[in-house]
């Protein structure tokens, strides 16, 4: 059975610093690529970050030069967050998309919540003074 499990959240003062990491397991397949995803309170949950298998990566605009997507070996990414502000307190999900539907990417990252095929349950990221 494909899991993946989310760690590294907590409570963090504005402009500070926080690590996530992601861990998959049960995947008999290829993984295409990896993402993090968040949840604002009250609010959909948007696209953060996604890193491929190559090493390709995409962000957010509202992350980049903040946040950095790192993955440790193929079923294990992590998410670097600097300069966090109280905008950045959401649910962060770990998620990932089949190697079997490669094709249909095209060789980008994608950030969109459709494009993903698993899901982790979420951590939570509060950043507060």
């Known amino acids: 059975q494909e899991k993946l499990v989310e760690s590294g959240g907590g409570l963090v003062q504005p402009g500070g610093s926080l690590k996530l990491s992601c861990v998959a397991s049960?995947?008999?397949?290829?993984?295409?690529?990896m993402g993090w995803f968040r949840r604002p309170p009250g609010k959909e949950r948007e696209g953060v970050a996604c890193?491929?298998?190559?090493?390709?990566t995409a962000y957010a605009e509202s992350v980049k030069g903040r946040f950095t997507i790192s993955s440790a070996h193929s079923e294990n990414i992590g998410l670097e967050m600097n300069s966090l502000k109280p905008e950045d307190t959401a649910v962060y999900y770990c998620?990932?998309?089949?190697?079997?539907?490669?094709?249909?990417?095209?060789?980008?990252?994608?950030?969109?919540?459709?494009?993903?095929?698993?899901w982790g349950q979420g951590t939570q990221v509060t950043v507060s003074s």
């Open positions: 049960g995947f008999n397949f290829d993984i295409y690529a």
């Open positions: 998620a990932a998309i089949s190697g079997l539907r490669t094709a249909a990417f095209s060789g980008l990252c994608p950030t969109g919540i459709s494009d993903y095929d698993f």
């Open positions: 890193i491929k298998q190559d090493g390709m």
